[in-house]
Structure formats: structure tokens, C-alpha cells
């Protein structure tokens, strides 16, 4: 049981490329999550999904798009890479009333 | 906009003793509140959580207490073991269990 795997664990990017944050669960948990965590900070909910074709805002979404076309995966996406966007990028599930379950995180690096 | 405040942002205890992480919050609606501890490289795992309408909830050496007058929790270890050195999180959803809340956490170190 894989749990909730996150792809790639480490980039770099430059300035104004894009790229694409890989989350997939085996665990058929509707409810998934985007969390960043920057340097002395707790983590910041980015986009959350409820179900399959259902997505929403969290606290700091500009900058990022996601999707949900299946309950397994939920890529976030990133379009203009800018250095405010360099920090650790969490991916969780969860099933309705249990704690969530994260991934082991993105190292984004934007220069 | 804090609302889920660690202010300690390290701890060390001695191996044997208790490690005490504290937590503060200022939104009054929060009704449930959970602990994950992270290590190195490593995303949050579960570690406790607690009801509103409770003020104590205990799992083996890790127990977690609610003040709600004065919106506070604390975790408690007992024993702390060198294993326990992580980093903890303390942590409340929304009303509607979408939006978590994290404090900034507290890296735990414990001697031998």
C-alpha cells in the first residue's frame, strides 16, 4: 500500500517555466489537498478537492491550477514559475472525518 | 491571519523525561484539534488529535490537553525517547473539514 506518492521529490526550475506537481492515492480517499511549506512556516492549503471533477481555493492559490479528472490523482500545476514559488509542496488525502494522510513533498527550487 | 500559533520554535528534553509542546489559537470556532509529527524529508504523519468536548485524550506516552477559555493545547511525551526528535505540528480544520490550519511547528530534540 503505497499510500499518497509524490513525483518529482526535487526540481529546479527557471524563472517563467512551467511544470506540473504529480499526486497520486491508492487509498480511494475523496478528499485530497496542496499544502506549501516555506522556511519557519507551517503549511499553507494551496487547493483542496472534494471529489472527482470538484476543486477549490485554499488560503494562497495565485500562481497555480489544478485538476481532479479521477479520484487517484491530483496534479497541481504550475504555469509562470516566479522565486516566491520556491518552497516544499505537500500533497494529502484523506476520508471524510479521518486526519489526512501526506506525501513525502516536492523540493521546488525557482531561480 | 495566524491562527494557530506555535511560539516555540525548538525544544530539547533529555532522553527519559517529558517533552512538553504547547500551541495557542485564536479562532473560537475551532472544535477539534490535531498533532503530526514530520521527520526529515519526510511529509506529516498523524500523531493525536482531540475533540472540543473533551479536555485530555491520551495515546500510550502521548497525551494531548485542551484549555478552551484560554484557547490553548499542549502535547504531552512521556517518556521522550530519542525517536521522538522530530518536528510537531499543531493543527485545526475548518467548520467544514476542508481548510487545516497550521501552526509554524517546533522541532523536538531529545538527548540520550
Known amino acids: 500500500n503505497a499510500g499518497v506518492t509524490q513525483t518529482p521529490k526535487f526540481r529546479i526550475l527557471k524563472i517563467g517555466q512551467s511544470m506540473t506537481l504529480q499526486c497520486t492515492q491508492d487509498m480511494n480517499h475523496n478528499y485530497m489537498y496542496w499544502y506549501r511549506q516555506d522556511p519557519g512556516m507551517g503549511l499553507k492549503l494551496i487547493y483542496y478537492?472534494?471529489?472527482?471533477?470538484?476543486?477549490d481555493k485554499g488560503e494562497v492559490p495565485n500562481g497555480y491550477n489544478v485538476s481532479r479528472s479521477t479520484t487517484e490523482d491530483f496534479p497541481l500545476r504550475l504555469e509562470l514559475a516566479a522565486p516566491s514559488q520556491t518552497s516544499v509542496y505537500f500533497c494529502?488525502?484523506?476520508?471524510?472525518?479521518?486526519?489526512?494522510?501526506f506525501g513525502d513533498g516536492t523540493r521546488l527550487s525557482i531561480l | 491571519d495566524q491562527q494557530v500559533k506555535q511560539n516555540s520554535p525548538s525544544l530539547s528534553v533529555q532522553e527519559g523525561r517529558i517533552s512538553i509542546l504547547n500551541c495557542d489559537y485564536t479562532?473560537?470556532?475551532?472544535?477539534?484539534f490535531l498533532w503530526y509529527k514530520k521527520y526529515p524529508a519526510e511529509g506529516p504523519t498523524f500523531l493525536i488529535s482531540i475533540s472540543s468536548i473533551k479536555d485530555k485524550n491520551e495515546d500510550g506516552r502521548f497525551t494531548v490537553f485542551l484549555n478552551k477559555s484560554a484557547k490553548h493545547l499542549s502535547l504531552h511525551i512521556v517518556p521522550s525517547q530519542p525517536g521522538d526528535s522530530a518536528v510537531y505540528f499543531c493543527a485545526a480544520p475548518s467548520r467544514d473539514n476542508n481548510d487545516m490550519r497550521f501552526g509554524a511547528g517546533t522541532r523536538l530534540t531529545v538527548k540520550p
Open positions: 478537492s472534494v471529489g472527482a471533477g470538484i476543486t
Open positions: 494529502a488525502s484523506k476520508d471524510n472525518s479521518q486526519p489526512q494522510h
Open positions: 479562532n473560537s470556532m475551532f472544535d477539534y
